[in-house]
């Protein structure tokens, strides 16, 4: 019948291949060259939906057309969800509708093609116009900052009331836009894979306590409560805590501005109800709320709800994209919870760290089980102090990556930064071997550093040691979790006491 049907068209403007079950379909789909798909959903091989599914799976680009019969039409309509193009019901199909909506049906998807190509055009000219146009602001903005900065420091002469006034209007529009800046930079790194993260032992109560200080001076500028509200004991995650603190400085900032004057906004954080190894941060205001359809939409890049116009200006809409961009690249998971005129609830989760988890590969090597246990330790310091936080930890960051070469991966365990050390930077190294395979270790990273001056300037020392744990044995009976748990606490208690010597030492 389809035959005929196209025997009136001009010969060779369409070649039909017939076969009779999906699995031969499927097969032809995947050598290429089909332009368009008439589907069965009834075969013997495949029924309903499920046809639909494996055949749009297999070629995506390619249009289907569903064919049905007159009853199964709330079927058909349901299959273009799943990603027909169109539907035609058997027994009501004329001579000249097939092949004209075949054409349709491919000049469709072709328009379709063309379209998400050059929005992906766009997309990526528009991301690199923003990145060049956000490096080559920032030297003018710096430049600006600087001498608005020192006029109203006084250095260059006493002001009268109005102009500090105006300055300081000024000098506020500076940070705004140092700080959209900062965020298009941010959102580049993040689509290129070059966003740095430098995941760590930290502590998510601290950085609560800091975002809550940084951003108590607006909130009550403004008229609004804000307040933290913590679980007593809450454990380390493991994360980045200047990421942690810029999410939350985002989350909290939106909830201020969208929360009018008596309200509340409320920083919390406890365990996952669902998963003991997660922190959940909550983020709680009595504000304007979001439309529920919408709560997904506004992590999605550039985009802003219709109703900002009630925060008194609108961002660039990418506050929200970068924090989901950072909670993912932390193992973790951002949502919006919230109804219109009932305020809004953000949560997002952080891996809770797990001393047990991260040794777990190096002590548990088949037949390495009751083997010592040496915790090797290299301490960066400074002769003259540190020029800046940020000279800190890029020394810091190139300082791990060679002392990662010198590790065997699947038998040795750089540790993240497990705690402050005052001056000093220490790097803990888990190493299963006795005292011989330490002083190897030890040799192997002593040659790397003396072979990279360039690593070590600015008056930097590097100081490499080694404490050997107690052999730790591990019953017939006992479980890997709880030999696990006895080395943990042994590693913790020599790495507490290393850290407490050398804040002692500096506190003297």
């Known amino acids: 019948m389809l035959r005929e049907m196209f025997s009136n068209e001009s010969t060779g403007s369409f070649e039909l291949t017939h076969v009779l079950r999906l699995s031969e379909a499927l097969a032809l789909l995947e050598k290429g060259g089909t332009d368009i798909v008439l589907l069965d959903m009834g075969l013997p091989d495949g029924h309903g939906l499920d046809t639909v599914r494996r055949a749009h799976a297999i070629a995506p680009e390619v249009p289907l057309i569903v064919l049905t019969g007159l009853d199964d039409e709330a079927l058909a ?34 328009m379709q093609s063309e379209t998400d190509l050059i929005r992906t055009h766009q997309m990526q000219f528009k991301d690199e116009f923003l990145s060049h146009v956000s490096h080559e602001l920032r030297s003018p903005l710096t430049a600006i900052h600087q001498f608005v900065t020192i006029l109203l420091d006084g250095l260059a002469g006493a002001l009268a009331p109005e102009q500090r006034q105006y300055l300081e209007i000024a000098l506020r529009n500076v940070k705004q836009l140092d700080s959209m800046i900062n965020d298009l930079l941010d959102v580049t790194r993040a689509q290129s894979g070059k966003l740095i993260m430098e995941p760590q032992y930290t502590s998510a109560s601290d950085a609560i306590v800091y975002v809550v200080n940084t951003l108590q001076g607006a909130a009550k500028a403004k008229g609004i409560s804000l307040e933290a509200d913590m679980e007593h004991g809450l454990p380390a995650v493991y994360a ?22 008596g ?27 979001i439309s529920p359809d919408l709560t997904e939409r506004i992590f999605e890049r550039l985009f802003q709800a219709p109703d900002l116009a009630l925060a008194g200006r609108k961002g660039l809409g990418l506050g929200l994209y970068i924090c989901k961009e950072l909670v993912t690249l932390q193992g973790g998971r951002i949502w919006a919870k919230s109804a219109p005129k009932q305020g809004a609830v953000f949560s997002f989760t952080l891996p809770i760290f797990s001393l047990p988890k991260v040794i777990a590969p190096a002590v548990l090597q088949k037949g390495r089980g009751g083997r010592c246990i040496t915790l090797v330790i290299a301490e960066l310091g400074s002769r003259t102090g540190w020029l800046s936080d940020a000279v800190r930890a890029e020394y810091c960051h190139r300082v791990r990556e060679l002392l990662q070469r010198c590790l065997h991966s699947d038998l040795d365990v750089l540790l993240p930064k497990m705690g402050a050390a005052g001056a000093a930077e220490l790097f803990f190294m888990v190493v299963v071997t006795d005292s011989t395979g330490s002083e190897a270790i030890l040799k192997r990273i002593r040659e790397l550093f003396n072979g990279r001056e360039e690593t070590l300037q600015e008056g930097l020392t590097l100081s490499i040691s080694c404490r050997s744990i107690e052999e730790i044995e591990r019953r017939a009976s006992e479980s890997a979790d709880i030999y696990l748990e006895k080395a943990s606490a042994q590693i913790q208690a020599m790495m507490s006491g290393e850290i407490s010597s050398r804040m002692a030492i500096n506190g003297r």
């Open 77 to 110: 309509a349901q299959a273009m969800k799943e990603g027909a193009q169109d539907y035609l019901i058997k027994g009501e199909i004329e001579n000249r509708a097939l092949p004209r909506a075949l054409r349709h049906s491919i000049e469709r998807q072709r």
């Open 240 to 261: 980045d805590p200047t990421r942690i603190r810029q999410i939350l400085v985002v989350l909290v900032d939106n909830a201020i501005k969208f929360t009018p004057t």
């Open 263 to 289: 309200g509340v906004v409320r920083v919390k954080a406890r365990t996952c109800d669902d998963d003991p190894d997660l922190l959940v941060l909550e983020v709680a205001d009595s504000g304007c709320g």
